[in-house]
């Protein structure tokens, strides 16, 4: 028996073949291949497959993590962004009910945060949810813009960029 470890890049270039299509990692498992460092299998003499693993990126450096999610709302930023949201709304909320809705929503932030920069699982599975609203609506674009295959210009990637952000934020919408 012997096992082989394969980078994805070496699958990616054909300079080894992997018993598992690299598609269907992303595809069938929907899972980022960005996140995906190797895949490991071991093999009888005969060639059958005995096992196979998915190796992960290891996690990232607490430095990055910090870097990476100053992009999030702050606890101030939440306060104001939900003091904006309820400005519009019909019927008007009371003092109170503002001030337990900028709560409630600064709460909520906070524990997103906290999450996104600690659970490294959890982490990734907004990071697959998003590059996969990404490569679907690039995918729908091309198809309905006669575009397989072909080269994307700038205002192409913009308008995908633009449905893939849309796209994920219907489905977490709903």
């Not at 270039?13 to 299998?41: F, Q």
């Not at 907004?126 to 397989?148: F, G, P």
Request: with cysteine.
């Amino acid at each position: 028996m012997k096992k082989i470890i394969a980078k994805v890049e070496d699958i990616i270039n054909k300079n080894i073949e992997c018993p598992l299509p690299l598609e269907v990692i992303p595809n069938k498992m929907g899972i980022n291949l960005c996140s995906v460092n190797s895949i490991e299998w071991t093999e009888y003499d005969d060639g059958q497959l005995d096992t196979l693993k998915i190796c992960f990126i290891p996690e990232i450096d607490n430095d990055n993590v910090e870097m990476q999610t100053d992009l999030l709302p702050t606890m101030e930023n939440a306060g104001v962004d939900a003091l904006n949201m309820i400005e519009d709304l019909v019927p008007k909320l009371t003092d109170q009910e503002q001030a337990f809705f900028v709560a409630g929503f600064q709460e909520a932030i906070k524990i997103l945060r906290s999450a996104l920069m600690k659970n490294e699982d959890y982490r990734m599975s907004w990071i697959a949810n998003i590059a996969m609203a990404q490569l679907d609506s690039e995918r729908w674009y091309r198809e309905e813009n006669n575009k397989v295959g072909k080269y994307l210009s700038y205002k192409d990637k913009h308008a995908i960029a633009n449905k893939g952000a849309e796209y994920f934020i219907s489905l977490l919408t709903k």
